[in-house]
């Protein structure tokens, strides 16, 4: 039997070893961070089997957490936690924002997360001057306790939107 040729082999494995071609196309830029990040951050979102991550989620939280944070003046801010847990509507508890921001910053290459995690630090100061911290985590919260976001006082919704 005759001996295949080396550059023939190469040749296969050249195209067995495609890059993966996207079929959607590229984002728009996320506020504040670089086209090479957003484009990152597409990759990771279309790639995601994650129930909560979609094309835009990241965007999507960083508004929302961005949005939580910037209200006119120095008042206290409390999160509150929502009853709907739709990807949608879950994002209306500023906390579930916060943990998608921590996990693409998990997943993301390193260059992006770098740069995404210098604009969620910045975010993140200020949600720390802005919230409380709640001295009841121990007996409430077993199992988020560990995550500091959720260590700090949550308020009523109907509070906040001024119905009380």
Known sequence: MPRN???TLRAAQR???RPRRWDTPAPDRIH???ARTSLAIHRYEALSA???VFPGATAYALRRYRAFLNPPGRGIRYPY???CDCPGCSFRDVRHARDLLGTALRNL?????AELARL???LDAVYLARTLPDPFVP???EWRGHVWWYRRLEGCRYAQSGVI
Do not use: E, F, K, Q
Request: hydrophobic share 30%; aromatic share 8%; charged share 35%.
């Open 5 to 7: 040729r080396p550059g």
């Open 15 to 17: 195209i067995r070893h």
């Open 32 to 34: 504040g961070l670089s």
């Open 50 to 52: 994650d129930y909560y």
């Open 81 to 83: 936690l929502d009853d």
């Open 109 to 113: 290459p390193p260059r992006a997360r």
């Open 120 to 122: 969620v630090a910045a």
């Open 139 to 141: 007996a409430r919260r």
